[in-house]
């Protein structure tokens, strides 16, 4: 709580990209989607399916997420994610929408059903 939900190589930390331990699950996704689009310089990103769920044996949620990176290539992540003790945990798998993206998810699923969080 209190740090940039990803740490972006030579920016400054920027206020618009902090996570709180308070955010509801879709400002969490809303925090990751805005950080992407910074990453990739794109205003072209939709998240999508925000849903409670498991994840890493604590009550957490999935979303999907839709974007366009810097080289015009439509791409789509799944991601899950789970609060504790104040710190954030998210795993995003992500791939080319029109090839990798449903080529991969399965795999991708099946790392984080056995994502774990240490003590």
Same mark, same amino acid.
């Given at each position: 709580?209190?740090?940039?939900?990803?740490?972006? *190589? /030579?920016?400054?930390?920027?206020?618009?990209?902090?996570? !709180? +331990?308070?955010?509801?699950?879709?400002?969490?996704?809303? #925090?990751?989607?805005?950080? &992407?689009?910074? #990453? $990739?310089?794109?205003?072209?990103?939709?998240?999508?399916?925000?849903?409670?769920?498991?994840?890493?044996?604590?009550? =957490?949620?999935?979303?999907?997420? +839709? %974007?366009?990176?810097?080289?015009?290539? +439509?791409?789509? /992540?799944? /991601?899950?994610?789970?609060?504790? +003790?104040?710190? &954030? $945990? #998210?795993?995003? %798998? *992500? =791939?080319?929408?029109?090839?990798?993206?449903?080529? !991969?998810?399965?795999?991708?699923? !099946?790392?984080?059903?056995?994502?774990?969080? /240490? *003590?």
């Amino acid at each position: 709580s209190g740090e940039p939900i990803l740490k972006l *190589s /030579g920016t400054e930390k920027d206020a618009t990209f902090v996570f !709180r +331990d308070s955010m509801t699950p879709v400002e969490v996704v809303e #925090l990751w989607e805005a950080t &992407l689009a910074k #990453l $990739y310089s794109t205003s072209l990103a939709d998240a999508k399916n925000i849903q409670p769920g498991r994840f890493a044996g604590l009550d =957490g949620f999935s979303f999907d997420l +839709d %974007y366009v990176t810097k080289d015009e290539v +439509d791409r789509r /992540g799944r /991601g899950h994610a789970a609060v504790k +003790d104040g710190r &954030l $945990y #998210l795993i995003f %798998y *992500s =791939g080319t929408r029109l090839h990798h993206y449903g080529l !991969r998810l399965p795999a991708a699923e !099946r790392i984080a059903q056995t994502a774990k969080i /240490g *003590s």
